[in-house]
């Protein structure tokens, strides 16, 4: 299936479970391509690109139980993290679930795939809100799963 394809399904299938609150196809868009360029900032640690795609009381989560509070916080975290485990990190969203018409969660699976050909898979949920029109990052969790 072709990437275009499978983008179309998962906006489908988000929008019909989520009960068509008044959001738009142009909103599941718009939810995966914030994470999409999350995850481009993150591999050229392009903070800029960072800061504006996060709210001010952005907060993340991270597999290490750290809990970062603030954009500032956050970018720092972000790019430090991006610094020491370089790679390239793949965030494919598989559901976008609306809270109300501002605020939506999407869960992605995320892997890093790590300069010496190993794999880190996760799993990330988005936190997004729309501020003045535009969907931001507020929170972000990550959970590395442990096998159990």
Known sequence: MSKPAIICVVL???LFSSGL????I???KAIIDLVGMYADARDRVDTVLLASLLTEDVDQLVSTGEWRHGKAAAIDG???SSRANPGDRVLKVERVRYLDERCAL???RYVIKQENGTER???STFIAVKVKG???ISGIRN?????N
Not at 21 to 24: A, E, F
Request: no cysteine; hydrophobic share 35%; charged share 20%.
């Open 134 to 136: 535009n969907w931001k």
């Open 121 to 123: 898979k996760m799993w």
């Open 78 to 80: 972000m790019s430090g």
């Open 106 to 108: 999407a869960d992605a």
């Open 26 to 28: 142009e909103d599941g």
């Open 12 to 14: 489908l299938s988000a």
């Open 21 to 24: 609150r008044g959001q738009t």
């Open 143 to 147: 959970m590395l799963p442990s096998g």
